[in-house]
C-alpha cells in the first residue's frame, strides 16, 4: 500500500523558514517523480515544486521560485521541501504526490501538513 | 503560464442526474488534461488523466472527453459520494496549473 506522511508543518513568522518532509513507502521511491502541491485555507490547488526522476530535474512555480528548495533522499525514500522567506501568501495545507509514470500526472497524496505564516 | 476555466463554478443536482463539468483552457493542451475529485477535509484523488482514461479504481460512471481547450468531465447518473469539488489540470509545460474548481452540491 502506497503511503506518503507529511511532517515539518506549523506556525512561523513572516520571513522565517520551515522544512517540509514526506516519508514515502509502498513503491519504489527512487524511480517515481514526486511533488508538492498546495492549497490555501478555503482556496483551489496549487502546483508547487516537482522532483523529475529524469536528469534529477526541479521545477518550481513562479511564487516560490528562489525562496522554496524541493529535494529527495531516496536511500531513505523522503522528499523534502525546504521553504526560505516565507510570507503570509505561503499559509497553506502543503501536499507531497507521487507522479505515475507521466510527471504530471498525480496518483497518490499525502494527507497534508498546515503551513500558517503569521506575526 | 496556461488558465483553466472550469465552469460551472456551482452545480446543484439530485442523485440519479447526469452531471457535466467543463475546463477550458487558455490554449492548446492537447490531451494533457487531468480531473480530480476532492471531499472536504480529503486530499484529491485522481480521476482522469490524459483526457479520457479512467485511473485504477474509478467507477465506469466517470468519463472524460475533449482535447485541445474544451473539455468534458461527465458522471453519468450521480451517486451520494459523488458531491464534492473537481478540479482539472494540465501537464502540457511546466507551470502545471489546476482550474479553480467546481462544487458539485445535492440540490
Known amino acids: 500500500e502506497v503511503q506518503l506522511v507529511e511532517s515539518g508543518g506549523g506556525l512561523v513568522q513572516p520571513g522565517g523558514s520551515l522544512r517540509l518532509s514526506c516519508a514515502a513507502s509502498g513503491f519504489t521511491f527512487s524511480s517515481s517523480a514526486m511533488n508538492w502541491v498546495r492549497q490555501a485555507p478555503g482556496k483551489g490547488l496549487e502546483w508547487v515544486s516537482s522532483f523529475s526522476v529524469t536528469g534529477g530535474t526541479t521545477y518550481y512555480a513562479d511564487s516560490v521560485k528562489g525562496r522554496f528548495t524541493i529535494s529527495r533522499d531516496n536511500s531513505k525514500s523522503t522528499l523534502y521541501l525546504q521553504m526560505n522567506s516565507l510570507r503570509d501568501e505561503d499559509t497553506a495545507v502543503y501536499y507531497c504526490?507521487?507522479?505515475?509514470?507521466?510527471?504530471?500526472?498525480?496518483?497518490?497524496w499525502g494527507q497534508g501538513t498546515l503551513v500558517t505564516v503569521s506575526s | 503560464e496556461i488558465v483553466l476555466t472550469q465552469s460551472p463554478a456551482t452545480l446543484s443536482l439530485s442523485p440519479g442526474e447526469r452531471a457535466t463539468l467543463s475546463c477550458r483552457a487558455s490554449q492548446s493542451v492537447s490531451n494533457y488534461l487531468a480531473w480530480y475529485q476532492q471531499k472536504p477535509g480529503q486530499a484529491p484523488r485522481l480521476l482522469i488523466f490524459?483526457?479520457?482514461n479512467r485511473a485504477t479504481g474509478i467507477p465506469v460512471r466517470f468519463s472524460g472527453s475533449g482535447s485541445g481547450t474544451d473539455f468534458t468531465l461527465t458522471i453519468s447518473s450521480l451517486e451520494p459520494e459523488d458531491f464534492a469539488v473537481y478540479y482539472c489540470q494540465h501537464r502540457s509545460n511546466w507551470p502545471y496549473t489546476f482550474g479553480q474548481g467546481t462544487k458539485l452540491e445535492i440540490k
Open positions: 504526490a507521487k507522479s505515475t509514470s507521466y510527471l504530471g500526472v498525480i496518483d497518490y
Open positions: 490524459n483526457a479520457s
